[in-house]
């Protein structure tokens, strides 16, 4: 089955559809104009809609699946998942990245580091979980030094 994207005027994905692949094949083929086109044939486009565009449900093309929310560029030929932060900028691969480099050590004393982003004050906080000997969780929380590139205990 073939997955297509309707898009509004700002590229935004308002739905997802899936059409047969013969439909698709006998149309141009996997990512071509005519295919796009005999979708507006069969589906008409909802409020807003104005332009229809092929997806790869197995990610083999325009970078990732679709979801209502995420936006296609054009200019990089793939989707791109809604922006996460204010603070975030788009790479040429369409990954979002934070003004802060993502840490590269996710163990503090043995322990997972759960991460999360602080957009208030621009970093990395992460924490870890342990269990005493009468089951007891214990959390330590911890801020990324991404200049020192370790963890440090708050």
Excluded at 57 to 81: C, E, H, P, V, W
């Amino acid at each position: 089955m073939a997955h297509f994207a309707e898009l509004n005027s700002s590229n935004e994905v308002l739905r997802v559809i899936v059409v047969s692949n013969e439909d698709v094949d006998a149309n141009g083929g996997d990512k071509h104009a005519d295919a796009e086109t005999f979708v507006t044939t069969i589906v008409p486009y909802g409020t807003g809609g104005v332009a229809w565009k092929q997806m790869s449900y197995n990610n083999n093309f325009r970078k990732q699946y679709a979801a209502i929310g995420y936006t296609y560029d054009s200019g990089k030929d793939m989707f791109i998942l809604p922006k996460p932060y204010t603070s975030w900028t788009n790479d040429s691969s369409g990954d979002w990245k934070a003004p802060v480099t993502y840490p590269n050590d996710l163990e503090e004393n043995s322990l997972t580091v759960f991460t999360e982003w602080d957009e208030d004050n621009k970093k990395w906080l992460g924490s870890t979980w342990s269990d005493n000997s009468i089951g007891v969780g214990t959390e330590t929380k911890y801020e990324w030094n991404a200049s020192g590139l370790s963890w440090t205990a708050l």
